[in-house]
């Protein structure tokens, strides 16, 4: 199946923040694959691009719903670009595992970047836009993104992942730029002036 027919006539969501319950809930498997999915996979592709991110989860839209898509490169820098609904991810155990500390950043506490160490490899398995199964195999910022957006599918944030120190070094820092970024971002755009 292309991606392709999903990236255009979308429609702008507000993109939810942390805090708002639907981001800290489990979410409802992905059952029907018919048009409110569809329409639902174009508004998400089109808010993931206006506000430049890689990956974004239903939840982040405000429907509860067990789907992301992402846009991200891999490893060897090839835009890898998709939609998994259902999504279990597979990661490497014991030797074959190797940790790689990055900057991490949520579009749903916009603006702040910690440093977070994640397996460098992930396996996501799950179903496209109509049900069929698809796999993807993701290494370097896609492994990232493939657990970043799955974490969110099971009302997990990355701070949750965080040590207490880091996390409120996030949040000081998201703090500092809640100005730039109105309660309907990306709505209304970020704002480009440094009084706000």
Known sequence: MSVEEFL???KLRRITRWGESVM???TRPVTEF??????LIRDMFLTMEVS???GLAATQVGEDLALFVYDCPDADDVNQRGVVCNPQVQLPEGGQRNFESAEEGCLSLPGAYQPLARPDHAICTGQDAYGQPVTVVGTGLLARCLQHETDHLNGTVFGDRLSNRL?????????GLAHLYPADWPLTPKSTSADG
Do not use: N, P, W
């Open 8 to 10: 255009t006539g979308g």
């Open 52 to 54: 430049q991110g890689v």
């Open 34 to 39: 018919g048009d409110e999915l569809h329409t």
């Open 167 to 175: 996390r409120r070094k996030l949040y000081s820092q998201a703090e």
């Open 24 to 26: 800290h809930t489990k």
